[in-house]
């Protein structure tokens, strides 16, 4: 069973960043892809960022210049950095792995709210 740890969120001004973590504390990570949903406040979950397992990227347009997604598979983990940050950007945060093997189910983390706001 994978369970994945989440940790970074804040509340920040507008222009500041933040780096988004998301350990696999059970599960083999190499094999999963990571990635990114984030709700905001009154709307749907929208996608922000995914690398795959073999470091492939996607990043959602709205945040593409701003947004990096990396992993580390020595640590089993996916970070989402985050710059420029506009308040539009405020919401929960969660983070996934989906097994390349298996292809599902979407495992998903507990949430960190980011913030942002003067």
């Known amino acids: 069973q994978v369970n994945l740890v989440e940790s970074g969120g804040g509340a920040v001004d507008p222009g500041e960043s933040l780096e988004l973590s998301c350990r696999m504390s059970r599960g083999t990570f190499t094999i999963h892809d990571m990635g990114w949903y984030r709700q905001p406040p009154g709307k749907e979950r929208e996608f922000v960022a995914e690398v795959n397992y073999d470091r492939r990227i996607k990043v959602a347009e709205s945040v593409k210049d701003r947004f990096t997604i990396s992993r580390d598979n020595a640590k089993n983990t996916a970070y989402l950095k985050m710059n420029s940050l506009k308040p539009e950007d405020t919401a929960v945060y969660y983070c996934?792995?989906?097994?390349?093997?298996?292809?599902?189910?979407?495992?998903w983390g507990q949430g960190t709210q980011v913030s942002v706001s003067t």
């Open positions: 996934y792995a989906v097994s390349t093997i298996t292809n599902g189910p979407v495992h």
